[in-house]
């Protein structure tokens, strides 16, 4: 595990700047801290059985990036059905939004809310391009355009990270679970390109559980 003082020291801070979503996930047989980037990942679906570390990896993921990253950079939205894993984050400065209730509703909007953000990001990448006659095809390429050009002053558009804890709750109802998975699809398809990424975690990874947002 991680704690403040592996995360303050020289070898993950090292690592931890050259990454735009810094996530710690262990260490190797040699003891050495092992850190993936988020960010270059299509996304990230965190499957195993109960006391098998799935919430841990989840906790520190959102631990690692939450610590290394300013909420200028970095925001967080997190769906959490077992009201379990997420609470303790909801006043944390990153995160915009939380679903912490249970309600389906409710995390059904958070993620149809992604979607629209998504959409309107690689809209507006696109208008910029065509505008400007460049070629801005994601958050990276806009950071880029952004730098170059201050006096247009451009918005900070920050990264996001969604964080989904336990999507097999969802299956017990088949509708919701339709209209979540749908989402979570739509999401792992094209939100990348718009700087937010997925993090889902779930006890039973097969489809009757998960759907196929595997693919």
Not at 11 to 40: H, L, R, T
Request: net charge negative.
């Amino acid at each position: 595990g991680y704690d403040d003082a592996s995360m303050n020291d020289d070898e993950f801070v090292s690592q931890a700047e050259k990454m735009e979503i810094p996530a710690a996930i262990g260490v190797d047989e040699n003891g050495k801290k092992q850190m993936i980037d988020i960010a270059n990942l299509p996304h990230l679906l965190v499957g195993g059985s109960t006391g098998q570390g799935k919430s841990s990896v989840g906790n520190a993921i959102l631990c690692s990036a939450m610590e290394t990253k300013s909420p200028e950079d970095l925001e967080v939205d997190l769906i959490d059905p077992k009201q379990v894993e997420y609470g303790p984050y909801a006043d944390m400065p990153h995160v915009r939004k939380s679903v912490t209730n249970g309600s389906d509703a409710d995390a059904i909007g958070l993620l149809q809310e992604n979607i629209d953000e998504m959409k309107h990001r690689n809209d507006f990448f696109k208008a910029l391009s065509e505008k400007h006659g460049v070629t801005i095809k994601d958050l990276n390429g806009y950071k880029k355009f952004r730098a170059a050009h201050p006096e247009m002053n451009l918005p900070n558009i920050k990264r996001r990270l969604v964080g989904i804890e336990e999507v097999a709750n969802y299956a017990q109802d088949p509708k919701v679970f339709a209209e979540v998975t749908n989402r979570i699809k739509q999401l792992g398809a094209l939100a990348r390109s718009a700087g937010i990424h997925l993090i889902a975690t779930t006890q039973d990874p097969k489809k009757e559980t998960v759907g196929d947002i595997k693919a």
